[in-house]
Structures are given as structure tokens and as C-alpha cells.
């Protein structure tokens, strides 16, 4: 629970893996990049900044009473992410209806965590209640609000949810993610199987935080603790991959690609000439993959350039320029050798396979959605290949309860006569979860 420890800011390195050998004309370059960071950690901020606060948002429409284990687990489980907290972060507890309501502090800020406001919070999670209706971006602007009372360094949200958000336009709810990004991240978790899978994950997706389904509310206690002690190792926030090319540089895609696959490429903010940030958002102690794809000018044998440069930027805790955090070169060597030049390496390979997989099995589940039986046993079966040859076994188990496999090797599948839901439901909401190149 609580913790006295001094916080830590995170050691950032960066690690650049590439063929960088490229035919005569040869204009496309990829490169793997590997960010780590280290020796993070918070116990409500880090070293010379503000402290950390999360708002933790619960669903209580009327549909959370049926069956009640839903509202009772949804209870247990926030209580459970209260004891998480540790002294000094802020926190706030709003219940989610068609309209947002504050449960905890109740006045309009944020309390402190420590032994009484903890004990206080779970008390007020008692008068819980369901009902009412469905609308998600009321909840988040109201997060916004919370977490925007005081001087935060870390500011998390943590969303659950058993509907589909039915009380407000999909127009209204973009508009709360496009007004709350970058102000916040959140972790988005769907409990039951009557909520929309692009709805949970596309809040994880724009709020830089994670999605998952828990089917079973006995599971929310333990899923909630998880989530929030994953908060609380988060020791820098705001954290931007930041790309320089050269004039006649093309940037053709930035991708994260583990521990999920995420387009980053239309979050682009300028930085300077011939430079932008793209949002990471916070950091403890982990590592994560980026692929970046640029165009460079075409080149005669025997030249070599310097096609991106790419670098952590972190906000200055004293309010001045962002600082780098480490960097790494992405380069062009044009050569005659045809085995150098064409040799695809391996880390790109792998991450290359991993983008498909998630695509093949959202095509998949649209197709078989849409009774199109022969696109989705095809893409299906693609996907039931692509997870084998990269060995992402835990996607492999997920597809085999929505495919018979046939022969994993040449993605020979067929399709389930009967799927659970709940089955079919983390498939979708995983799909683009994937498993590090083994170095």
C-alpha cells in the first residue's frame, strides 16, 4: 500500500536496428528502434517535478446491476486500486453514467493518498449504485477537469465499462479524446461481453494507455491492482519520439510495435525544421519498439547519408526547453553487393510480421461479422500463420477458440461453428498485442 521510498527518474536508451545497405536506386529504409528506460519509479512524481494522480472512472448505468456480481466486482475492484495508491498520489473516484458525478473527493479536486483518504474512498465506494445511462466522454472531461486542479506531473485515468456508449454521439465522445489527449493517459477495460471492442480500445488507443476485456467481474479486483501498480511505476510523463531527417527525407510511417502495434505516424506535432514529435507518453521502468519507415533520395553506389536522427524529448520539470533524453542514427549506405543489400534484418522482419498479424485478424472478425466466411477463414488463417512463424503463442491460443487449425504452418483453418463471445471479444480487443524479436 503505502510507500516511502524517494522516487526516481528513468535512465533513457536508445538502441537503433537497421540493414542499412541499400541497391543502387534503393530509396526505402527501415529501422527498428528500442527504447529502455530504467531505475524508474514514483511514489507520487519524480525527482525535482509535481506528484502523480489518477482518476479512476466506473461504470453505474443501469445495465452494471445485471447480472449484480458486475457492480459488486466493480466496487471490490476499486477498492482494491485505492489500496494500490501510494502516500502522496492524488487520486479521484467518478462515477459514470450519462452524466459524470464525482463519488470521491467530492469537491471538485483531488485527495491525497494516505491511510485516512484511502479508508475515506473506499467508504464512499459503498454507496455505489447502478443506474442510469451510457456516456463516456462526459467521464473523461470530467477526469480532465479533476486532474487539472493541481500541478501533476503524472496524470492517468483508469476506465471501466460494461456498455456500449449509448447516450452520446460517436461525434461527441471523438471530440472528449481529442480534448483529452495529451492532457492525460488512461487504461480502458471492458467487463462482461455487452460493450464495443472499437470503443474500449479506440479511448486506450487516443489516451496512449492499454485496453482489455475482463469477462468474468470476479477478475476486475485483480486486473484494477495490476493496472494501478503499473501506474505507479511511471516516473516521467509526456515523454516524445522526436524525428529529424534531412531535406528530401520522406517519413513514410512511425510505429510502435511492442508491446502493441500503434500508428503514430498521424500524431505528428512539428519541432523545428524538418523535425517532429510523436507522442510515447509516460514512462517507468520498461522497454518499448518503434518501427520507422523513411524515403530517402536516390544515391550511386558507394554513398552514405544520414536518414533520420531520433530522440527522446521530455519535458524540463523547471518549466524550460524539453530535454533529450538519448538518441540513435538511422542510416543509408548505398552499395553493389546484392547479399548486403537485400538481406532483410531481422528485427524489422519480425515486427513487419507482427503489424500484419493484427490486421489480418481485425479483417478476420470484420469479415466473419459480416458473414463473408471465405475472407475471414482466409485472413484468419494468415493470422493462425504469421503468430506461429513469430512464435506469439498467446495470440495463437486466442485464434484456435475462433478457428479449427488445420496446419499452422500454411494457415490452413476453418471456422468455428460456435464462438463464445467472450472469446471472440479478446481476440478483437488483443489482436495487437505482440512478443519481442528474440536478440
Known sequence: MANFSKPTVPQFSVDVYQNEFLPEGGRDVSAIVTVTSTGGGTTGGFAGSGPAGVVIMVDCSGSMDYPATKMRGAREATAAAVDTLRDGTHFAVVAGTHVAKEVYPGNGGLAVADARTRAEAKEALRRLSAGGGTAIGTWLRLADRLLSSTALTIRHGILLTDGRNEHESPEELRAALDACAGRFTCDARGVGTDWEVKEVTGIASALLGTADIVADPAGLAADFTAMMEHAMGKGVADVALRLWTPVGVEIMFVKQVAPAVEDLTGRRTEAGPRAGDYPTGSWGSESRDYHVSVRVPQAAVGQEMLAARVSLIAPDPMGGDPRPLSQGLVRAVWTDDLAMSTSINPQVAHYTGQAELADAIQQGL????????????????????????????????????????????????????????????????????????KR
Request: aromatic fraction near 0%; hydrophobic fraction near 40%.
Open 366 to 437: 470484420d469479415a466473419r461479422k459480416s458473414g463473408d466466411r471465405d475472407g475471414a477463414t482466409a485472413k484468419l488463417g494468415r493470422a493462425v500463420q504469421l503468430a506461429a512463424a513469430s512464435g506469439n503463442a498467446d495470440t495463437a491460443k486466442l485464434l484456435s477458440k475462433v478457428v479449427d487449425v488445420v496446419d499452422a504452418a500454411t494457415g490452413t483453418v476453418r471456422l468455428k461453428a460456435k464462438v463464445a463471445e467472450a472469446d471472440e471479444m479478446t481476440l478483437e480487443t488483443r489482436s495487437t498485442k505482440t512478443v519481442r524479436v
